[in-house]
């Protein structure tokens, strides 16, 4: 072993060094250079810091810098994250997307244009006017649609969401709310009074046969037992027919 080599090293360090810190690292650990102003120390890691891929070897496992518009890659030629002012595409840090993409500001990407789209219009409404549906000749009816897909920033917009046309319908006359309300008071209250004079005669006849049949009751115990008459047939003695 070289005099400055030591092997009885801190961390993950196999062999190391006073001046250059760790040579080599132990069995699945990374090994990179990290730079302390003019100098170089080695350090050995259980993963790779930002910026740097690994790449693992028989006798020993390295960091290898990414490219320097890529803040972390697989590899060297595949990034999985851009650094500022770049959006990733298929591995590759680019300024512009390609065409046929937009630039997602917000996950820093190249997408693909998202249109609108709409579902199928709903039937016709009913033909009003002013929100009624009688008094009147010429009208409205509306239909309307919902928005199933969102368009992306420069997808094609959405189109409208509801459509109206003029009818026409054979003009009958509304009826007065305040004499349609006095019409349904009234029967209403009608309704309530023959259910009460239902009711009260139910209640009569309950109670009249339910008297009648307290009556019954009473003249039964208070009426005495009628004894069974005799047979006539069996007292009469029989009659000589032979004189």
Known sequence: VHPNVSQGCQGGCATCSDYNGCLS?????????????????????????????????????????????CD????????????????????????????????????MECTSI???????????????????TCGFKRGNEVRVRE???????R???CPA???SR????????CQKEGKGKKNR????????????????????GRAARRQNREQRENNNKTQPKKRKAPNKEQNLAPVDTAH
């Open 25 to 69: 690292c132990k069995p699945r650990l990374f090994f990179v250079l990290e730079r302390i102003g003019m100098k170089q120390i080695g350090v050995c890691l259980s993963s790779c810091p930002s910026g740097y891929y690994g790449t693992r070897y028989p006798d020993i496992n390295k960091c290898a810098k990414c490219k320097a518009d």
């Open 72 to 107: 972390t890659c697989f590899t060297r030629n595949f990034c999985t994250k851009c650094k500022s002012g770049f959006y990733l595409h298929s591995g590759k840090c680019l300024e512009k997307c390609p065409d046929g993409l937009e630039a997602n500001n917000h996950t």
């Open 114 to 132: 998202v249109h609108c789209e709409a579902s199928e219009w709903s039937p016709w409404s009913p033909c009003t006017k002013k929100g009624k």
């Open 147 to 153: 928005i199933v897909q969102h368009p992306s920033a």
């Open 155 to 157: 997808g094609n917009p």
């Open 161 to 163: 969401t509801s459509e």
């Open 166 to 173: 003029k009818c026409m319908v054979q003009r009958k006359r």
């Open 185 to 204: 008071e009234e029967k209403r209250k009608k309704s309530n009074k023959d259910e009460s004079k239902e009711t009260r005669q139910e209640g009569k």
